[in-house]
């Protein structure tokens, strides 16, 4: 049971253009959406996240936003740059439950 | 203050020997979540930790399990090892209630032959 679902799992993008990267999610309790990103041999590292309550949050380059009716989410990185090639993962809980992760997708920025 | 200590970083093991793996969370935190990462499959959760209790557990045999000491280390280990055990297996300490976040260490990448 896929809670959470990255459907992509690669996306390129051309340095200084826009990066979207996009989530679904099936269980409507969820109260927190977070984006990790991962480098190889290296451990996830938050970037930003969400509460339900609201529909966007902005974080320098980073915003995410929030569809709830649609259970969907997507973080935008603004303006790409080589550095932001990595995995990205989104991730969601509910209150103090495990984090559950999609499947990642693999952003590779071309100079 | 120091992040998320994982041991070892990398271990070769062979089908049916077993593993242990530690992790020490942040200082102060007292949960510990393990997670697995293979390729296309994500981060599979294996179990939390809260205070030498487990609290939570994910979907995997009971080939894996775990612990948590009083100092709120914690190791988990794998007995006869498969193929399909090969992964990157992360520890993440507490979880922060303003942002959601857990806080990950640099994993343990174990390969079995």
């Known amino acids: 049971d896929q809670q959470v679902k990255q459907n992509s799992p690669s996306l390129s993008v051309q340095e200084g253009r826009i990066s979207i990267l996009n989530c679904d999610y099936t269980n409507s309790m969820f109260d927190y959406f977070l984006w990790y990103k991962k480098y190889p041999a290296e451990g996830p590292t938050f970037l930003i996240s969400i509460s339900s309550i609201k529909d966007k949050n902005e974080d320098g380059r980073f915003t995410v936003f929030l569809n709830k009716s649609a259970k969907h989410l997507s973080l935008h990185i603004v303006p790409s740059q080589p550095g932001d090639s990595a995995v990205y993962f989104c991730a969601a809980r509910k209150g103090a439950q495990k984090l559950v992760f999609g499947q990642g997708t693999r952003l590779t920025i071309n100079p | ?113």
């Open chain 2, 1 to 113: 203050k120091a992040g998320v200590t994982q041991t070892p970083r990398y271990l070769i093991k062979t089908r049916g020997q077993q593993v242990t793996l530690s992790c020490s969370p942040i200082s102060g935190h007292r949960s510990v979540s393990w997670y697995q990462q293979t390729p296309g499959q994500g981060l599979q959760f294996l179990f939390e930790y809260f205070s030498e209790t487990q609290r939570n557990k994910g979907n995997f045999p009971g080939r894996f399990s775990g612990r948590q000491f009083s100092n709120s280390r914690s190791e988990m280990n794998v007995s006869t090892l498969e193929l399909g055990d090969s992964a990157l297996y992360l520890c993440a300490s507490s979880w922060d209630r303003n942002t959601g976040e857990l806080f990950f260490g640099e994993g343990s990448r174990l390969t079995v032959l």
